[in-house]
């Protein structure tokens, strides 16, 4: 069975919007402020030659500042896929909504 944006939310227990997670580089705290689901190229087949796609996580992330208002400010954005490892290096689950 091919993974779907729901099996790449459940496998890298990546957070819902309005989540709040914590660099562990840093310890600077980040909001989820929105979800994509989207696709990524992949190798192209090898047998035919067609290109190939897999489903990715889009999120956005806004930096939280004490006194600026969500949305405005330092943000960013990362795609996860299920062959990465990017968000549990990265990142922790704070609180959620």
Same mark, same amino acid.
């Given at each position: 069975?091919?993974?779907t944006h !729901? !099996?790449?939310m459940m496998e890298k227990r990546l957070p819902r919007v309005g989540q709040?997670?914590?660099s562990k580089r840093y310890g600077t705290l980040w909001r989820v402020m929105e979800k994509r689901e989207v696709w990524q190229n992949t190798e192209d !087949?090898? /047998?035919e030659g067609d290109p190939r796609m897999i489903p990715a996580?889009?999120?956005t992330y806004w930096k939280v500042q004490p006194g600026v208002l969500?949305?405005?400010g330092k943000m960013m954005g990362h795609m996860y896929t299920m062959h990465d490892t990017t968000f549990e290096t990265?990142? /922790?689950i704070v609180e959620g909504d």
């Open positions: 069975m091919k993974p !729901d !099996d790449v709040t997670v914590r !087949d090898p /047998e996580i889009y999120l969500p949305g405005v990265n990142w /922790e």
